[in-house]
């Protein structure tokens, strides 16, 4: 396994603001950083990112790229928050970095502004393993992140995705934007050895087509989110029999694909929701 440096920064930073009284307070606000990626002191991108887990946000992003096929391709990940970069030294080199990187594909996502290669092109070649969810386990599931302690609460302007397996909470990220958090999360997962059989992701952002492909991508068939799905984003779960459920608060939400794989309990649903909503 790569070596990896633990330079977390910390997430938040004091500024002063007036409030609709005309008076004047400190609030914590989201510590945006930047932080450029050099791969074999090759520059490679820059993330703009909170600093919670910089380096298994860049062996993430290098796994979601398809830069890198396994963790042990890569010998370390250094970042130094002096200079605001990562240096990432691999084992053996990529072939046809420059090539790989050079088309960009500009996404809808905060945080992060291109990605590179073809991820569509590959979206057929994925398989997804047979898993399933119940309503009480989506309830279960939207009931930890609301009690959550998180930068979002205490700073707000930040996403927060997580990885379940059912009810249990595997790991909660927070970072400016979302892709940053997922691929995160896919880095932490590598690290562990981890398959994604049994999980369930979790984002407060839109289900996009890159959120969709990247938890695909990290093998985890079913992904809620607290907002809606873009309309590639629904073609693309189709496409690959993903289970995507938005609108994911309290008790209401709407399973937009892959329904075979959620078992519904419509006896636990608030029927008042429904007449008040």
């Not at 309830?139 to 302007?157: F, L, P």
């Amino acid at each position: 396994m790569p070596y990896l440096t633990q330079a977390r920064a910390p997430l938040t930073q004091e500024v002063s603001a007036v409030n609709e009284f005309g008076e004047l307070s400190s609030v914590s606000v989201p510590a945006e950083r930047a932080l450029t990626v050099y791969v074999d002191k090759r520059e490679l991108v820059t993330l703009m990112t909170l600093g919670a887990e910089p380096e298994l946000l860049v062996l993430g992003f290098l796994r979601n790229q398809r830069l890198v096929r396994s963790p042990r391709e890569v010998e370390s990940i250094t970042v130094d928050w002096d200079v605001g970069a990562a240096a990432v030294k691999t084992r053996r080199g990529i072939s046809d970095l420059r090539a790989r990187t050079a088309k960009r594909v500009v996404t809808t996502g905060c945080g992060q502004g291109s990605v590179f290669g073809d991820l569509m092109d590959e979206v057929d070649q994925l398989v997804l393993p047979s898993a399933t969810l119940t309503q009480s386990q989506l309830y279960g599931i939207v009931n930890v992140i609301r009690q959550q302690e998180s930068t979002y609460k205490s700073a707000g302007s930040v996403h927060g995705c997580a990885l379940f397996r059912a009810e249990e909470m595997l790991l909660f990220v927070e970072d400016v934007g979302r892709h940053n958090a997922i691929d995160t999360i896919a880095g932490w997962m590598w690290l562990q050895d981890m398959e994604g059989t049994d999980k369930v992701f979790y984002t407060t952002g839109r289900l996009t087509s890159e959120m969709v492909i990247k938890s695909a991508q990290m093998g985890v068939p079913i992904v809620v989110s607290r907002s809606g799905i873009t309309q590639m984003g629904h073609q693309v779960a189709q496409r690959l029999g993903l289970c995507a459920i938005g609108r994911a608060t309290n008790k209401r939400f709407l399973c937009y694909t892959g329904a075979e794989r959620l078992q519904l309990q419509p006896e636990l649903a608030d029927r008042g929701l429904r007449s008040s909503g």
